[in-house]
């Protein structure tokens, strides 16, 4: 902590200053505004939207708490729940703002959540507008390089400018939702382990875990689910790796095959789903892993439409046409063979598959040790496929300790003033299950904008105390 107010080259007022515009900025900074707030909404790349402006618009989340702790039991149940709670109430807001959301919902979503096909951008530049609308702010290339403090709560913002120049934007309460740190290789080693700094970026490149190092230099606390992550499984390698090949390239369902490590073993229920399996290879050797099934897998869970508006597409075929390692024969035996030319054991290999195919035939169980679904179905009908497979980060899920009001707390619990959180920004709503993206970032958002609202009528005038 040091004076920096000789090196401010100008001071700006506001009452709420938003730190990040992806949902959860965005939703904090329009639900702030027409609260009555001044708002500036600052996003440091130079375009608005973050990782949300990259998804494929589904806006959903558990259906209820009983669903929601079976599949995320290390998560936080008091936020899960209000979560749960306000779902209705933001969807609704949604559909009142005008933008599309679909009329009729999408069930079984990662396996077990209830949602809704949605504009994203079109959410986004209606939050914007209706930020500006109320005699707010919105700025891109607009980084925040620090937290203003004066001894007793955080009071506002610094800016770095284009001419490399400070602003300070003074205000009652600051609102981290920065994204996450999935783009800070050294954060995923630290936080996540071995192989983490291998991860592909699914990504935007701007959330580097700024709003984590921000509300620690304010006294925030952590949280639980630091080491967990949100991503998809990738073939490897790809040519390229590009905003608008993450959604195509996704293999989203690998739930259907059998996936093993390049020992040959099996080391996950695959029916746990893709995001699941993600998280899970990451700890293999070299994180890599297989992906063996056949032709049925392939016409049919292959190919279907995941989510609306992403279209029927061969992601077998994509992802060999984008590089990756693959494999087909007509039998299985063959494709065995194929897998073993490249370094995997065969034996190993043979005695995976032929295990897991017993228990299958059993109705489920157990098959050198790894769990198998009793809904699990081995490769049967040729031709069969073999693709070498990578785990992607789209977002973390440990973070900055907050309550379901979306205030910051610090390590003993209690409110930081003046700081608020949201989005993948605050930790442990997901942990190592996933409660969604879009929605639970807007929704929290409407949690922190609400309560950085409230607390503009608590506002500390600038002094010479000022710090960061």
């Known amino acids: 902590m040091h004076n920096v107010t000789e090196h401010i080259g100008r001071i700006r007022q506001f009452d709420v200053v938003v730190v990040g515009s992806g949902v959860s900025g965005s939703a904090a900074a329009m639900t702030a505004a027409r609260a009555g707030a001044k708002v500036a909404l600052l996003e440091k790349l130079d375009t608005y939207g973050g990782s949300a402006a990259l998804s494929a618009g589904m806006f959903w989340t558990a259906p209820d708490l009983e669903a929601y702790q079976k599949r995320i039991p290390l998560g936080d149940a008091e936020l899960g729940a209000r979560l749960i709670q306000d779902y209705p109430e933001a969807l609704a807001e949604l559909r009142a ?4 959301v679909a009329t009729e919902p999408q069930l079984d979503i990662m396996t077990f959540g209830i949602g809704y096909s949605t504009d994203i951008k079109a959410i986004l530049a209606w939050c914007r507008n209706e930020v500006v609308a109320a005699s707010g702010e919105a700025r891109t290339n607009a980084p925040v390089v620090d937290l203003v403090h004066n001894g007793r709560r955080v009071t506002g913002a610094i800016v770095r400018e284009h001419d490399d120049t400070l602003t300070r934007y003074d205000a009652a309460a600051v609102i981290l939702t920065t994204g996450g740190f999935q783009g800070a290789r050294d954060k995923l080693t630290r936080y996540i382990g071995p192989n983490a700094d291998r991860l592909l970026l699914r990504s935007n490149p701007g959330s580097v875990g700024d709003g984590l190092r921000l509300a620690r230099g304010a006294g925030a606390g ?12 990738i073939g490897s390698p790809v040519k390229r790796f590009e905003p608008e090949d993450y959604l195509p390239y996704s293999q989203y369902y690998s739930g259907s095959t059998v996936l093993v490590n390049l020992r040959g073993e099996r080391f996950a229920d695959e029916t746990q789903g893709d995001e699941l399996l993600n998280q899970a290879l990451t700890f293999q050797p070299e994180a890599r892993g297989i992906l063996i099934f056949d032709h049925h897998v392939r016409v049919t869970e292959g190919t279907e ?3 609306p508006g992403l279209g029927t ?7 060999v046409e984008a590089g990756a390692t693959h494999a087909e024969a007509s039998t299985l035996a063959e494709l065995i063979d194929a897998v073993a030319a490249w370094g995997v054991d065969k034996v190993n290999l043979i005695a995976t598959l032929d295990r897991y195919k017993a228990a299958v035939v059993s109705g489920g169980g157990v098959a050198r040790g790894v769990a198998v679904a009793p809904t699990a179905r081995g490769p049967q009908t040729g031709p069969f496929y073999a693709l070498m497979v990578q785990p992607s980060i789209t977002f973390t899920f440990g973070g900055i300790r907050t309550d379901e009001r979306g205030r910051v707390l610090d390590h003993d619990g209690h409110p930081v003033p003046g700081l608020y959180a949201a989005g993948a920004d605050i930790g442990g709503l997901s942990n190592y299950g996933y409660a969604g993206g879009l929605a639970p970032g807007y929704i929290t958002g409407r949690w922190a904008g609400e309560s950085a609202a409230r607390a503009t009528s608590h506002q500390v005038p600038a002094d010479a105390a000022f710090a960061v």
């Open 222 to 233: 952590g949280t639980k689910a630091m080491s967990t992550f949100y991503g998809h499984l």
């Open 97 to 100: 703002s005008g933008v599309r």
């Open 313 to 319: 597409i061969d992601r077998y075929a994509i992802a």
């Open 305 to 307: 439409e995941p989510f």
